[in-house]
């Protein structure tokens, strides 16, 4: 150890050491920790007229877990996602929806991808000048980079009137796509000696199509894939103003920061493993239940593991079965029935079914063997535990889980931005109990 790195070490001790409280001090100052009480619901902090996430019933104050259900302004997503058929785009008309608070009409969808899809294809030379210049090995950094680099060609960045939030926003909306897809394809060349190839946007195709398109330069995609990856970003693209990432980004808007901003503080958010990293740690426990378990079709060599997982033995030793339980879904998570739906389908054109298989039954057997251990009511399989599966499936590289999910969400952070700016207009400033006690010199 060098002397830098004893110097570091002696010092966090010290920073623990002041850093720390008594868990029995949230209780006696009242503490929402993590903004949720004791029970576990959030601390009303605000309204919006976004999207609506339900897991429980409230009967006379009580809280009755139920089936889950999403709503985007007002529309259950599975009815949403029900009324496209095998239609693609439906990712764009939900935008329209979640930014607008109406379901677009043929001529209004048509009018919005023309505006949205001029914004697709990035400034010239940002590729060479950005991208290429400021890569790394983390591309959700590599994408922020790109968004504060994007706000440099914003001429009145400052002005935070809603005509121009908006016209930002859909910059942002249009942009993210190339961002991710270029941040990958630089990563994987210079740090992993892969080729390097850029397509730009075809104007003509769905966000979904330009995506895998612009991942896969030989135009190796099927419609269907297409259509997998459309509804994969319609499932991710909001999911309440509670989430951290949404919070995150009403805080810094009522701050009356430019939209950029928001967004690239928005993405740091959602890059945290317990946020929108969670998609990655499910396809690296389910990597890890398939080199040490000899049988992943088998009931009892699958349960045996799923406990050892459960009590801190072995993956990463957190005692967590990644995908499954969330804050407020209880029963069911309609996200994740929906994306089981549609990757049955595609692992099965795939001849993935034995992989597949392996998911079924940690959905099946996770609920029981956590109930042995913790006491836990209703668990239920989340998004995550489908979606890496199906980026997977797709052939997006692993780097890409947590930006696929930022590519999407945008809107959501976007639509929260607008709202705070239009509703609120009072900077969010919670209070902390201060435990600093007097010293003299």
């Not at 001029?118 to 590729?127: E, G, K, Q, R, Y």
């Amino acid at each position: 150890m060098s002397e830098y790195d004893t110097f570091i070490s002696e010092q966090t001790e010290k920073c623990r050491q002041g850093s720390t409280f008594k868990p029995e001090l949230y209780a006696h100052y009242d503490v929402k920790k993590g903004l949720r009480d004791q029970d576990g619901k959030g601390v009303v902090a605000g309204l919006t007229n976004i999207s609506r996430v339900t897991g429980f019933h409230n009967v006379d104050g009580d809280l009755i877990p139920c089936e889950g259900s999403l709503q985007y302004r007002g529309y259950d997503i599975r009815d949403l996602i029900d009324s496209q058929g095998e239609d693609l785009g439906l990712f764009e008309k939900c935008t329209y929806l979640l930014l607008f608070n109406e379901l677009p009409d043929a001529e209004q969808l048509t009018s919005f991808r023309r505006h949205l899809n001029s914004n697709l294809a990035l400034p010239v030379n940002f590729v060479k000048d950005v991208i290429m210049r400021e890569n790394g090995t983390d591309v959700m950094n590599t994408i922020a980079r790109g968004v504060l680099n994007l706000a440099l060609h914003e001429e009145n960045l400052s002005d935070m009137c809603p005509e121009n939030a908006l016209r930002n926003s859909l910059n942002l909306i249009a942009s993210m796509p190339a961002l991710a897809a270029y941040g990958h394809q630089a990563y994987a060349h210079f740090s992993k000696g892969e080729g390097f190839y850029i397509l730009h946007p075809d104007p003509e195709l769905t966000i979904a199509e330009n995506i895998l398109r612009m991942l896969h330069p030989q135009g190796h995609y099927s419609r269907f894939e297409a259509l997998v990856l459309d509804r994969l970003l319609v499932l991710h693209m909001e999911h309440g103003g509670g989430n951290n990432s949404a919070f995150t980004a009403r805080v810094v808007s009522s701050a009356g920061s430019d939209t950029y901003s928001v967004i690239v503080a928005a993405l740091m958010s959602l890059k945290g493993p317990k946020h929108g990293g969670a998609n990655l740690k499910v396809s690296q426990m389910t990597r890890d239940i398939r080199e040490n378990v000899a049988n992943i079709d088998d009931r009892s060599e699958m349960e045996a593991y799923l406990s050892r997982i459960i009590d801190r033995e072995v993956f990463d030793r957190k005692g967590l079965i990644y995908g499954m339980g969330h804050a407020v879904y209880t029963r069911s998570d309609p996200r994740a029935q929906v994306m089981r739906s549609l990757v049955d389908r595609l692992a099965v054109e795939k001849g993935r079914e034995k992989e597949l298989e392996m998911y079924h039954l940690i959905e099946e057997l996770a609920p029981e063997v956590t109930r042995r251990r913790h006491k836990v009511a209703d668990m239920c399989a989340n998004v995550d535990l489908y979606s890496g599966f199906a980026y997977e499936l797709l052939g997006i590289p692993d780097d890409l889980y947590t930006p696929m999910f930022a590519v999407a969400r945008t809107v959501g952070w976007c639509s929260h931005h607008l709202e705070e700016i239009l509703s609120s207009n009072r900077i969010i400033r919670p209070a902390y109990v201060s435990t600093v006690q007097a010293r003299e010199l």
